[in-house]
Nanobody
Framework: QVQLVESGGGLVQPGGSLRLSCAGS????????MGWYRQAPGKVRALVAQ???????DYADSVKGRFTISRDYAKNRIYLEMNNLSLEDTAVYYC????????????WGQGTQVTVSS
């Protein structure tokens, strides 16, 4: 079993920054790839970024250059540094984990709300 616990969401003005974190525990093989997905009201859940234990990473085109994913390999913790946030970034952000890169994992955190509003 895998547990994912997120923190760091909140309310921020357009152009601002937030940092999300996710702590993973459990089956190590299922924590090979950890990442973030987001879901806005009325939209499907979509990839934001993901990173493997080997350091490979992938980003959605909409966040490239603004968001940075990083990983503390010893602690199985990942971070999402979000800069220059826009209204379109408003969503519930979910931590995700699984054994394969570029594939949505089966394990999810509870989600954390990010609201960008003036």
């Amino acid at each position: 079993q895998v547990q994912l616990v997120e923190s760091g969401g909140g309310l921020v003005q357009p152009g601002g920054s937030l940092r999300l974190s996710c702590a993973g525990s459990g089956d190590i093989s299922s924590l090979y790839t950890m990442g973030w997905y987001r879901q806005a009201p009325g939209k499907v859940r979509a990839l934001v970024a993901q990173i493997t234990t080997g350091g490979s990473h992938d980003y959605a085109d909409s966040v490239k250059g603004r968001f940075t994913i990083s990983r503390d390999y010893a602690k199985n913790r990942i971070y999402l540094e979000m800069n220059n946030l826009s209204l379109e970034d408003t969503a519930v952000y979910y931590c995700n984990a699984g054994p394969d890169f570029l594939v949505m994992g089966r394990y999810w955190g509870q989600g954390t709300q990010v609201t960008v509003s003036s």
